[in-house]
């Protein structure tokens, strides 16, 4: 399974780098897009056009790829804010042109369990950064949490946008919920569960207090 395809115009160096560990394009047999932002589906297509993989996401992201309907980018600190005005002024181009097929998999459910295509572990639904973000838990005790957390200098863990906060950090919770030991952003290096809990639950108890920042998002 592949966990998104990466920012558009990147895909030779993907078919690279995939190929210097072994590992075939045609080898893909199912590819989880955790949100619909350009820069988690930007090879889709080319990926599609070397392997017969399943596409699997959530249904509320599925119009965003199949209308081509443009980001909706909000920002949750100064910094998002700033890059948000930046994309909503530049005419957003369309990566997407995907039409579903019938061998894709729409997930409607809250969590939706792997083991009947060979994979031990279950998709969970898990929204706030999109309405549709998914995140990826496996037996191992590692989850693929794509925008829900960015481990980048200038976020601390927040993600740059949410389309939701409430949601955002009911999603939070949600995978405090799961016995997990490593959590892999799609932006930045991976994050011990102690270190997401401690940031977690500061920020939840900070929050309390300033509820008017919620209020007003």
Known sequence: MLVDTGFPGSFKKFFYKLNKIGIKV???KY????HHHYDHIGNLREILKFSSAKVILHKNELDYLEANLPMHLKGTNSIGKIMAKIFD???QKRYYNFMLRSEDIIVKEEKFYLQKIGINGFILHTPGHTSGSLSLILENEKAFVGD?????PF???KPLFAENLRQLYQSWNKILSYKIKILYPAHGKFVSIERFKKFAYK???NLKKLKSNLENY
Do not use: Q
């Not at 590819?31 to 955790?34: A, C």
């Not at 829900?148 to 980048?152: A, C, E, S, Y």
């Open 26 to 28: 045609k080898d893909i």
């Open 31 to 34: 590819i989880l897009i955790t």
């Open 89 to 91: 002024k530049i005419p």
């Open 148 to 152: 829900l957390i960015m481990n980048l």
């Open 155 to 157: 976020s601390s863990l």
């Open 203 to 205: 920020f939840l108890n």
